[in-house]
């Protein structure tokens, strides 16, 4: 791994990638250190830093016919309290807890495969794996242009077609580094269909396939514009039920949702639907403290022995002895004055003793 | 007569987490936390309705996996000593705040609550959870529907058909083990849809799914009545949307129920408040503070600084919040009346565990709703799916919009830079899992031993496919359990895969795997050819 991509990434990025690689880190490691051990580490990656820089879905769209991303990523950090609960089900208020980590999984298959995947209306997601002796041959018979030829992803539009290699409404190519990795694509084309070849490519812009992905279509992201004509109702009753199903607050509030409608009939939340909002409030694993707090507590301790056979009460409160006839209570010590009366009496009930410590607890705070 | 109608769903969901390789194990507290704070509370909650008269309809998933935890005997031992411990802490609670009235209540409140939770579990349903949910299924007042197997985001599995319909053969299959009954809905994990999914969920005599809003709105051709109406798919099967409205008065941050200041506070937990040496007994092996369940302070504000839970008025304000839910839903049913030509049905989905663990007066605030619902009012009228199909089975022919409940609407939660490194070695695992349920018949194996290697890969893919590692590796609460699991069953499958097709198969190490991941013992691995 080169030093130099390494320092383009964040702390934060360096520990996830190690994360990714199987590569322990020192709790508490700076960025530096995290570079040496990453550097020095012999473990089989299974993305290079380089890769996965260039995954995040934050790296500049690429798509030629692709507009600019619709929805900003900077957004990220505001999470729904639907994801908030999800969450705490699995907070135990445990930090995390370190596992010596499984062998790690295959680096690759021994395939020659390309996968694609949505993640919403305007990414899709491939990964890939292609042998080094498949690309050396593909290479061999592009004959000289096949020594500086590069990997490359052709991304085709084809949509309502059946795509033979050719017949695509339009492509575009994405040039990659590794034989074995993965993409995210901003086609930035809601309701259309894609398929992706990895290939090689020349110089010269010659393409040749070396293997060819599933065909995807992305969802819509706005309301669509086939009417049943059977359950046709009047646009204005729609767009009223549509603002509606936006929420209550949205139509009666301002006619904004109706507004947004007819901008392009797009729910008034951005993309999706769930309540939207900051959770800097609830959520504990975001939760910011104070640099410095204090927290103090009292107890006291009241603990004694007698007869195991013996009755012990305190405050009035009859109370159990261990076997051995000893015994001890904790309470919490508000400020005031506590009378603690304790009585032991003996089993045949003829003998009774009283012991009643007074203790006060008074606090100043400065 | 009522003017619309009103569907409470309830996804009740865990992912499959059982290690008695362990003597306690951290992780297994995600499911005894459910039970005494979600499940046993809810149970309560429909006893009590049903005591008192009440006619209430809730829908609700029970997924395979926590079905198979709630019926699992080592993990329902381990849910009694876990509550015995907590009673026995709430004991001390009791004696430790004596001098201090406002939390000598909570603790007895606690003890309580612990020794209600042993009663329910122990003496009222024999251990067995799942029984006393079938109960009200039985009286009809429940409609219980499952979930993909092991909680799958199908979306990301479309590529591999036979791996989605594996999710869906063995849930119905698991559903009908233990319900007695095919199961008639299913919640799609995440609400993950995508246009398509329906044949297979036809073929396993699933009649009904959710959506989130997006899925019907955009779905295609215009569904007229929107969110507030079934959609049937070309097949026939119905699709539900979800009601953002009334899902934003209980999920919304700012105007959220569960966030008001005089609800008990999630994180202020005895477990950290607590001197060390007096809570250490209560703890796990390894001493590290966790939440123990015991929570003495409400929400009280965006302050550092809690106030003393004062439970009566949180009650209070759980029935205020409900009537409020109901007044909406009426207002809302009453408009939409008067603009479509027929009743609309407002579906209302939550996690379940939202009710009780998350938001502790939950489970009150659904009590009082159904208590209003039907003593005070006739506008809404709750109902569950199945019955809506029947009173008005002919609904627009639609395709919902691929799409999920999750951030941002779409897939983007379950693969993003965190964890799409997963799906690389799960599709690989389906594919491999299809070619090994082809190529192998039960009729050729000399023992045993095939076979269940065989059913012991299936499960072990399947449990790599629990949409709760991607989740987690995103949301940074337990990473390094996630990446594990999920690596330790690919490795596992793969290695299966290895000795299968080498016909050299490793008692031992099957022994183990089938010890440990002991999920649906009835699964034929034939499901996947």
């Keep these: ?366 | 007569m009522e003017k619309g109608y009103l569907t409470i769903v309830l996804h009740a969901h865990l992912p499959f987490v059982r290690h008695p390789e362990y003597n306690d194990f951290l992780e297994e507290d995600w499911l005894f936390e459910a039970i005494s704070e979600t499940y046993i509370p809810l149970i309560n909650v429909f006893d009590s309705l049903v005591a008192d008269g009440v006619d209430f309809r809730i829908t609700m998933s029970l997924t395979p996996t926590l079905i198979a935890m709630l019926t699992d005997p080592f993990l329902q031992e381990r849910y009694l000593r876990h509550i015995a411990r907590l009673i026995e802490l709430s004991e001390k609670e009791v004696d430790r705040t004596r001098w201090q009235p406002q939390f000598h209540e909570l603790a007895r409140m606690y003890r309580e609550r612990f020794n209600n939770c042993k009663y329910v579990f122990e003496t009222k349903y024999g251990g067995n959870l799942v029984r006393a949910f079938k109960k009200f299924q039985d009286m009809g007042k429940l409609e219980i529907i499952t979930c993909a197997a092991t909680h799958g985001f199908l979306p990301l599995m479309e590529l591999n058909p036979n791996a989605v319909r594996a999710q869906i053969a063995i849930a119905a299959q698991n559903y009908e083990k233990h319900l007695g009954r095919p199961p008639r809905g299913i919640w799609l994990p995440e609400c993950g849809y995508y246009p398509g999914l329906e044949e297979i969920l036809k073929q396993h005599g699933i009649k009904f799914f959710f959506t989130d809003s997006h899925g019907i709105l955009y779905g295609s051709p215009r569904p007229k009545y929107g969110v507030f109406a079934p959609i049937y798919c070309p097949n026939g099967v119905a699709a539900f949307g979800r009601d953002l409205e009334s899902s934003k008065q209980v999920w919304s941050a700012q105007e959220g129920y569960p966030g008001d200041y005089c609800y008990r506070d999630f994180y202020r937990d005895i477990g950290f408040d607590l001197d060390y040496d007096y809570i250490r007994p209560y703890l796990h092996g390894d001493g590290t503070r966790t939440n123990l369940g015991m929570k003495y302070y409400q929400i009280t504000g965006p302050t550092e600084h809690k106030e003393p839970y004062i439970r009566a008025r949180a009650v209070g304000k759980a029935a205020e919040h409900a009537g409020n839910f109901m007044f909406n839903r009426e207002k809302q049913a009453e408009y939409l009346f008067s603009i479509m030509d027929r009743k609309p049905i407002i579906v209302s989905p939550y996690d379940a565990e939202l009710f009780g663990h998350w938001w502790f007066e939950g489970p009150e605030w659904l009590d009082f709703l159904f208590r209003k619902l039907h003593f005070d009012q006739n506008n809404v009228r709750p109902i569950t799916p199945m019955e809506y199909l029947d009173e008005h089975p002919k609904n627009q022919k639609a395709t919902p919009s691929l799409s999920s409940w999750g951030y941002k609407g779409y897939a983007e939660v379950w693969l993003e830079g965190s964890n799409d490194w997963v799906y690389r070695h799960l599709h690989k695992a389906s594919q491999r899992m299809v070619e090994l349920a082809r190529n192998n018949n039960p009729g050729n194996f000399t023992d045993g031993l095939a076979l269940r290697a065989l059913n012991q890969a299936a499960r072990e893919l399947l449990l790599a496919q629990s949409s709760d590692w991607a989740f987690i590796m995103k949301t940074g609460t337990m990473v390094q359990y996630a990446v594990k699991r999920t690596k330790d069953h690919v490795n596992s499958f793969n290695a299966l895969y290895g000795m299968i097709n080498d016909k050299k198969i490793d008692r031992k190490f099957l022994e183990d795997l089938e010890g440990r991941d002991n999920i649906f013992p009835e699964l034929d691995y034939k499901v996947y050819a």
Aim: charged letters at 25%.
């Design chain 1, 1 to 366: 791994m080169k030093k130099s991509s390494l320092e383009k990434l964040e702390e934060k990025e360096l520990q996830e990638l190690a994360l990714k690689l199987g590569i322990s880190v020192r709790k508490g490691a700076k960025k530096q250190e995290i570079i040496k051990t990453l550097q020095s580490a012999k473990a089989a990656s299974l993305s290079t830093p380089e890769s996965y820089a260039q995954n995040k879905p934050s790296a500049p769209g690429t798509g030629r016919f692709a507009p600019a991303p619709q929805h900003s990523e900077a957004a990220q950090p505001a999470q729904s309290v639907q994801q908030a609960v999800e969450e705490s089900k699995f907070y135990t208020g445990a930090p995390p807890e370190e596992f010596r980590l499984p062998a790690e999984l295959p680096h690759h298959y021994g395939d020659e495969r390309i996968v694609l995947l949505v993640r919403d209306p305007h990414w899709t997601y491939s990964y890939w794996e292609v042998s080094q002796r498949k690309l050396e041959i593909e290479r061999g018979t592009l004959g000289k242009a096949g020594e500086d030829a590069y990997l490359a992803l052709r991304v085709y539009d084809v949509t309502d077609i059946r795509f033979n290699g050719k017949n695509d409404h339009g492509h575009y190519d994405i040039g990659i580094y590794d034989r074995v990795g993965n993409w995210y694509i901003n086609t930035g084309m809601p309701g259309r269909s894609f398929i992706v070849d990895l290939g090689l490519k020349t110089q010269d812009g010659k393409f040749v396939t070396l293997a060819r992905s599933n065909a995807v279509r992305t969802p819509r992201d706005s309301v669509s514009d086939i009417l049943d004509e059977e359950w046709m109702v009047p646009d204005s009753d729609f767009e009223r039920i549509f603002a509606l199903s936006g929420g209550l607050s949205a139509l009666t509030g301002a006619s904004s949702a109706d507004i947004r409608l007819a901008a392009g009939g797009k729910l008034p939340f951005g993309i999706a639907s769930p309540g939207m909002g900051s959770l800097a409030l609830m959520s504990p694993f975001k939760k910011k403290q104070r640099a410095f707090w204090f927290v103090l507590n009292t107890e006291l301790i009241v603990y004694g022995a007698t007869e195991p056979d013996a009755k012990v009460s305190i405050q009035g409160r009859p109370i159990e002895l261990r076997p051995d006839g000893t015994f001890t209570l904790r309470f919490a010590l508000p400020d005031g004055k506590q009378i603690i009366e304790c009585s032991a009496t003996s089993a045949d009930e003829v003998e009774t003793r009283r012991i009643t410590p007074e203790v006060t607890r008074s606090t100043r705070i400065s």
